[in-house]
């Protein structure tokens, strides 16, 4: 039967559509909607929805479709006006309406329905509404009172960002999604336009906290406000004014909650999550969190397993919105990172800031403006930006992919074997610009296990010299890296097979470290190093260093990540030395730098020499995103041709923000900061990402790990699905074959040809 009696807590479009299809599925359901403000007020002017959302509000109710639908504004064109340069992009498909006008079209469905509305009517506490009625739907918005009644049952987590923004409107109509920016004496300021009926637009402005004081909007009230940002962007708006709507600076709050429902309370919309404006979610997610929770009251036997089946379907959809609207968020609050790059680039740039919209989709969109893009990028006709070659010293890359450094665990003694031959092997016929090695060690004592590669002998120097020279015969213009390291506090531990970071039963070897702290609780304490030591350990490196040379290896990368030996001196959470080599950044890259340089020395002067840091160690204290961008610039100072940016696994109680491109914002931020070429890793699993990435000057290289342990031929294949036969790849001879994908069935069964009526 469901819930017969139900409470809505919040008037907005979330809280009303909920009602409006409750009571739709059941006539019999008594359902009351609590507003605390008139019915006519409203904040913010255009709300926009996609043709996803229409569909859904198509098949759950057309009577509230039709009305949306003779109300739209359509477009599908965005323009980008960067330093007076406007570029656009079309193919974006827009469908926009008032605020207020969606809020009345769906009064009136409350009202034909019978829903009972109550407006100017504050709710009562969600706990005394739960006593009498069988659902409470909280649709509070952002700074929802029920949510926070009851923060013990779910744990919300509220975040505000360093933006301020207003909600403004214009007596005009763009004719496009519109955004600008404004280089001002204060800072970057930046206007998000766009048409909501055929003579209005919303227009939002938006800056970082400090350009906003330093600008004096903080000591402006509402009116002198919407004046000024009027007159900056004067172009923009043709000279017409700005209008407000109780409008104010605010910043915005990103809303996670761990539960959703408590009971049978239950949160909607904002109140349950949020997602920043620039990707238009808001309306969206709470107009399709109650076309969820409706069907599944509808379907499921009880109330309790239909909240938990509404939570268990919306959560993971939400939780996909929030990480593109965050990566959104952040792109407009580093703005300022980008505003050198062309212009064109620039609006590339913006428009797949979420990773929602990218390459492959915008050559389907819009092909003439993706292909100039490329075309001011310098790519070849018809190369996809990932096949364009990059130089490094006189080390040339055909093509931007990177095998990224994988340990395999598989080494005796140090020694690569037949397996490293057919693993290295197979992916540097795999088509990859630049195939690295998994860390290899420089010293008994620097292995994180016993099958880990070493540098530190002969035997093992002849055994890489196998490797590299099958892959420069057998897969020309592959070029191969090795990584040098030392595992310091995290080695002497068991395969990853057996127990990943766990000590090993027996034949353990001491420890040394920047400090004696252990990995973990259970991990063994290193000893620290002293300063004849730290002698020792840079000899180490040089003279694997030299072996590497020796072996026929292109490029070499210094491992300072992962809380290995060296990160574990750049974090000030594994390094507490009193010395010169601990205390302030300065003094904790001391040694990584002394290691550098001396590896720096012995190298082949025209190869190149990278290093891979942790941008991040994920945890209170720790190296951060500031931190890294000094880190990358001491090492460029001192001659590396390229950071190679990672993060974490410094501490063992990290806590990662894991998502699709995660680690590359922090690349990005280097690169764009410093002027650093960067290889970006993390969490990049598509051509279509690395294509992205590059074309909007993100990142020069893009390593991928686990997509190369799937298909060691991804880049050949890349090529292949791309139509790519250029010099930026080649298919080794005996493989030339298969470089088209193999038929997979009969795609060319005739069609009926009648249609019977019954």
Known sequence: MGPLRVAVIGGGPGGLYAAALLKRLDPRRDITVWERNAPDDTFGFGVVL?????????????????????????????????????????????????????????????RQLGVNLRFRSPAPPAADLARDHDLVVAADGVRSATREAHADAFRPRVEEHRCRYIWLAADFAFDAFRFETAETEHGVMQLHGYPYTGGDSTVIVEMREEVWRAAGFDALDAPESVERCAKIFTEALGGRALRSNNSAWTAFRTVVNEKWSHGNIVLVGDSAHTAHFSIGS????????????AACLQEQPTTAEALAAYEA?????????????RASLEWFENIGLYLDQPARQFAFNLLTRSRRVTHDNLRLRDPRFTEAVERDFGCPPGTPPMFTPLSLRDLTLRNRVVVSPMDMYSARAGVPGDFHLVHLGARALGGAGLVMTEMVC????GRITPGCGGLYTTEQAAAWRRITDFAHTQAPGTAVGVQLGHSGRKGSTKLMWEGIDEPLAEGNWPLVAASPLPYKPGSQTPRELTRGELADVREQFTSAALRAADAGFDLLELHCAHGYLLSG?????????????????????????????AVRDVWPGDRPMTVRISATDWADGGTDANDAVEIARAFAAHGADAIDVSTGQVVADEKPAYGRSYQVPFADRIRNETGIPVISVGAISSWDDVNSLILAGRTDLCALARPHLYDP???????????????????????????RPPQTGRLDAPKPRLTLGG
Not at 282 to 290: N, P
Not at 313 to 325: G, I, L, N, Y
Not at 442 to 445: A, G, K, L, T
């Open 50 to 110: 996609s043709d996803e959302t229409l569909g859904g509000i198509e098949h759950a109710d057309p009577v509230v479709h039709a009305a949306l639908q003779a109300e739209f504004v359509r477009w599908d064109d965005i323009d980008v006006v960067h330093r007076g340069t406007r570029h656009t992009s079309g193919g974006h498909g827009f469908a926009a309406l008032g605020r207020r006008r969606l809020l009345e079209i769906l009064h009136e469905r409350c």
């Open 282 to 293: 808001g309306t969206k997610l709470a107009v399709e969190d109650a076309l969820a929770l």
């Open 442 to 445: 420089v010293s008994p004592e």
């Open 313 to 325: 379907e919306r959560r993971p959809v939400v939780a996909s919105t929030q990480r593109a609207a």
């Open 713 to 739: 031929h991804w880049t050949l294949h890349a090529a292949a699905e791309q139509g790519y036969t250029g010099p930026g790849v080649a298919w080794p001879k005996p493989y030339e074959a298969g470089s």
């Open 569 to 597: 001196f750049l974090s000030p959470l594994s390094n507490q030395r009193k010395d010169a080599y601990g205390g302030p950044l300065a003094n904790r890259l001391r040694f990584p730098l002394e290691v550098f340089d």
